[in-house]
């Protein structure tokens, strides 16, 4: 109760003690710092998931600064050669000022991933940005059709409806491609389910259809739980190793990720990086607000 409340004031505390605590859970402030870390990931058998931290711009010309940055880390980590794929957020390219806009700058981006032999996975935000986000996969998908994919969150009432309406998409040749998490944004009961079991029945019955279906499907948990249900499916469909594979968040639970190593998977690591890293680490430490102790305890030893 206590780290709830104080979870909620925390974008009142300092940038520098909150970075105390963020910088486990980002790569760097840097193109270079992620770079370095998935080069480290890429050597343990990892591969990896780059995001430019940014989101929600005021302003379309933040929108054209960012694309560039995602433009050069395209082209830079195809130079070196990093075993990855990119991650973007909607809302970083001005999906709420001008939709249109946004889907032109998301196109940009994924031409240059189609040249680059890469792929882009297209973020779930709020429930605000889901129609659009989902209309914009569509026409990416369309155009490009084996170098986009999309999260789709579990907690989402809407959302197995949202994965069968996509199904006219689907191929043999080129799969829908879904990256499966529970949701991070804090939703009406009216949108998303709330209870923490019904969260991880819906999060089943979402994997074990798109797994029925053969989509491609990136399944994002750290909860062992999830990952127990995903190995049964996965043994009772007998699916390739190739259709599927597990995600985690960069310095989440590292011994779970070596579990699932040591099993054979193909495992992917999502790798934040850069200098807008508050909101991201906000929302990661109110959806678990135990780890305001480490804040609190980083307040005393910072001084
Ligand atoms: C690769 C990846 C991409 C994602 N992309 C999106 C997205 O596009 N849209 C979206 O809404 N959500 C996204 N998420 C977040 C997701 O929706 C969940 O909020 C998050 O993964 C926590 O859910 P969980 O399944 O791990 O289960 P939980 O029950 O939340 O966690 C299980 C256990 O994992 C550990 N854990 C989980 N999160 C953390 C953390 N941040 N720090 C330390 N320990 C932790 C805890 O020990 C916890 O007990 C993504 C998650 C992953 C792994």
Not at 144 to 149: A, E, K, L
Not at 163 to 191: M, Q, W
Request: hydrophobic fraction near 40%; aromatic fraction near 12%.
């Amino acid at each position: 109760m206590i780290n709830k409340l104080i979870a909620k004031m925390l974008p009142f505390f300092p940038e520098r003690i909150i970075w105390i605590f963020s910088k486990r859970y980002i790569s760097g402030k840097l193109l270079s710092d992620a770079l370095a870390e998935s080069r480290k990931l890429n050597q343990n058998g990892v591969v990896v998931t780059v995001d430019l931290l940014g989101e929600y711009i005021k302003n379309l010309s933040e929108a054209d600064r960012y694309k560039e940055q995602y433009i050069e880390l395209i082209k830079r980590f195809t130079e070196e050669k990093v075993d990855g794929n990119f991650s973007v957020k909607p809302s970083m390219f001005g999906l709420l000022i001008d939709k249109e806009i946004c889907y032109l700058n998301l196109r940009d981006i994924v031409e240059v991933a189609d040249r680059c032999n890469s792929f882009i996975k297209i973020d779930m935000e709020d429930s605000e940005c889901t129609s659009n986000e989902i209309e914009i996969f569509r026409r990416l998908k369309t155009e490009f059709p084996s170098r986009v994919g999309l999260v789709v969150q579990a907690y989402m009432r809407r959302t197995l409806d949202d994965v069968k309406s996509l199904l006219d998409l689907h191929n043999t040749e080129t799969p829908l491609n879904f990256r499966l998490c529970k949701g991070i944004y804090i939703e009406e009961e009216r949108i998303a389910y709330k209870g923490y079991q019904e969260i991880r029945d819906h999060y089943v019955e979402d994997l074990r259809f798109m797994l029925m279906n053969k989509i491609y499907v990136g399944i994002a948990t750290h909860d062992k739980y999830l990952l127990d249900k995903a190995y049964e499916i996965i043994d009772e469909l007998n699916v390739s190793k190739d259709k599927y594979e597990f995600q985690m968040l960069f310095g989440v639970a590292p011994k779970l990720r070596q579990s699932i190593i040591n099993r054979g998977h193909r495992l992917r690591v999502y790798v934040p990086y850069g200098k807008q890293w508050f909101g991201y680490s906000t929302r990661r430490l109110k959806e678990n607000p135990n780890m305001v102790w480490d804040i609190i305890k980083a307040m005393f030893v910072s001084r």
